[in-house]
C-alpha cells in the first residue's frame, strides 16, 4: 500500500476521485464495536454467511492490530 506521505501528495485524476469516493461509500471506519456494528448491519441486510475483510493500514502491524481489534470485538 501507498504510504500516507505518499497519498496525502498523489494528484488524482477525475476517475481516480471517483473510485475513492465510490470504495468509502461501502467502507466501515471507526473503532472495533462500530465496525462490528457496521458487519452485523451488512449481514441482516444481505442475510450472508460469512464476510471476508480487509484492513489496509500502512503498516503491517497497524493491519495485524486491526484485525485482533475485531476478533476480540465479538
Known amino acids: ?3 500516507p506521505k505518499t497519498v496525502a ?3 488524482f485524476g477525475p476517475m481516480e476521485q471517483m473510485a475513492i469516493s465510490m470504495r468509502r461509500q461501502f467502507a ?3 473503532t472495533a464495536d462500530q ?3 457496521g458487519l452485523q448491519d451488512l449481514v441482516r441486510t444481505y442475510r ?5 475483510l480487509v484492513t489496509i493500514p ?3 502491524e497497524a493491519r495485524v492490530a486491526s484485525y485482533r481489534l475485531l ?3 465479538r
Not at 450472508?48 to 471476508?52: N, P, Y
Request: hydrophobic letters at 40%.
Open 28 to 30: 466501515l471506519v471507526g
Open 58 to 60: 500502512f503498516e503491517p
Open 9 to 11: 501528495t498523489e494528484n
Open 1 to 3: 500500500f501507498p504510504s
Open 48 to 52: 450472508v454467511d460469512e464476510l471476508t
Open 71 to 73: 476478533s476480540a470485538s
Open 35 to 37: 465496525v462490528l456494528s
